[in-house]
Nanobody, 123 residues
Framework: QVQLVESGGGLVQAGGSLRLSCAASGRTFSSYAIGWFRQAPGKEREFVAAIRRSGGSTYLADSVKGRFTIARDNAKNTAYLQMNSLKPEDTAVYYC????????????????WGQGTRVTVSS
């Protein structure tokens, strides 16, 4: 099993930045692709970003391209989501998740989830 703990959320003004962290413990972190997802009030959980096991390839939702980046440090068992130029519509609870599957763009592929960290962007 992999345990995931997110941190770094908070309240920020529109145009500001936050960096979320996802700390993993348990089985080998580098064996898993990592995804970030978010869920706004009254909406379904949506894909935000994913990164392959080695960190060599990253994928971003169209809504965050050019503003967010995903990275990982396998030596520190941690993944990151750098969020710049934040907008009020980015307000949500952000979750990191881990999957051993190659189908890491699919929410259903993820086996392990963190508890989430709340991000609120004020206008």
């Amino acid at each position: 099993q992999v345990q995931l703990v997110e941190s770094g959320g908070g309240l920020v003004q529109a145009g500001g930045s936050l960096r979320l962290s996802c700390a993993a413990s348990g089985r080998t972190f580098s064996s898993y692709a990592i995804g970030w997802f978010r869920q706004a009030p009254g909406k379904e959980r949506e894909f935000v970003a994913a990164i392959r096991r080695s960190g060599g390839s990253t994928y971003l939702a169209d809504s965050v391209k050019g503003r967010f980046t995903i990275a990982r440090d396998n030596a520190k068992n941690t993944a990151y989501l750098q969020m710049n130029s934040l907008k009020p519509e980015d307000t949500a609870v952000y979750y990191c998740a881990a999957t051993a599957s190659d189908l890491f763009l699919r929410t259903a592929s993820y086996d392990y989830w963190g508890q989430g960290t709340r991000v609120t962007v004020s206008s």
